[in-house]
């Protein structure tokens, strides 16, 4: 019996020293830039790029359970259909084409930060899995953009375009530092791999006359980085 009451007090003390001597539960709040990569990035440029999460730390490893939600801005680049233009439709220019089109992305991600100890600070590496709600104002809707004969070439834009949303399942991967700062209060900097299965760009034609046309191809499968900074606090 003597043998028992000893176990189950080495348990319980075990468990208050590493598990639970502090409230289990985290969240953090960063700022930076979000940067496109891939074919992503021949449509948009980055912007900012916030994300909040809340943490539940396991006991005993420094494991932390994440729910995070970010938001990310992005603008397209006017460049990208005046150069599809030139370069389909031998050397046209585009006289009226200047919009400010822009598209954000939300994802709201669960996943696992693996803290690792390091002296005073804790290296970490994140992988996240969720959703991505994606929005456009605005973007080509599918349909015929028509231009006429001369040259620099005006092209009709009225019921090309649409403003609109999409969902997709995303992942995430990362690595990250953070740095004590004072009681219960880290730096948080770190920096990620994203990637959502949206389609960003429909595919649609670009007619100038029977003899000067071209379609595009449908483009899908968002890829971004994001490089933050903030604090994490132990609540």
């Known amino acids: 019996m003597k043998k028992v009451n000893s176990?189950?007090?080495?348990?319980v003390l075990f468990t208050?020293?590493?598990g639970y001597s502090q409230t289990p539960f985290r969240g953090n709040l960063t700022a930076g830039l979000t940067s496109p990569i891939g074919d992503f990035s021949k449509l948009y440029k980055g912007g900012v790029s916030v994300e909040a999460g809340i943490f539940y730390t396991l006991p005993i490893i420094s494991l932390d359970l994440t729910l995070t939600a970010g938001y990310n801005g992005y603008k397209y680049?006017?460049?990208?259909?005046t150069g599809?233009?030139?370069?389909?439709?031998n050397g046209a220019t585009v006289s009226n084409f200047n919009v400010s089109w822009t598209a954000t992305d939300i994802p709201v991600m669960v996943g696992a930060r693996l803290r690792?100890?390091?002296?005073?600070?804790?290296?970490?590496?994140?992988?996240e899995v969720g959703l991505h709600f994606v929005s456009f104002a605005d973007r080509f809707n599918g349909q015929r953009v028509i231009g006429n004969a001369g040259s620099p070439?005006?092209?009709d834009f009225n019921s090309t375009t649409e403003s609109g949303s999409s969902v997709g399942v995303g992942t995430?991967?990362?690595a990250g530092l953070e740095i004590p700062l004072i009681m219960k209060v880290n730096l948080d900097l770190n920096v990620k791999y994203n990637y959502s299965g949206v389609t960003y760009s429909k595919s649609y034609n670009v007619f100038q006359n029977n003899n000067s046309q071209f379609t595009t191809a449908e483009m899908k499968n968002i890829n971004y980085i994001t490089i933050r900074g903030g604090v994490v606090i132990d609540f």
Not at 77 to 81: C, H, R
Not at 84 to 89: D, E, R
Request: net charge positive; charged share 10%; no cysteine.
């Open 77 to 81: 680049k006017n460049d990208y259909f």
């Open 16 to 18: 208050s020293i590493y």
């Open 84 to 89: 599809l233009v030139s370069s389909n439709l």
């Open 7 to 11: 176990l189950i007090f080495l348990l």
């Open 172 to 174: 995430a991967i990362g």
């Open 116 to 127: 690792i100890p390091f002296g005073s600070m804790r290296p970490y590496i994140t992988g």
């Open 153 to 155: 070439v005006a092209f």
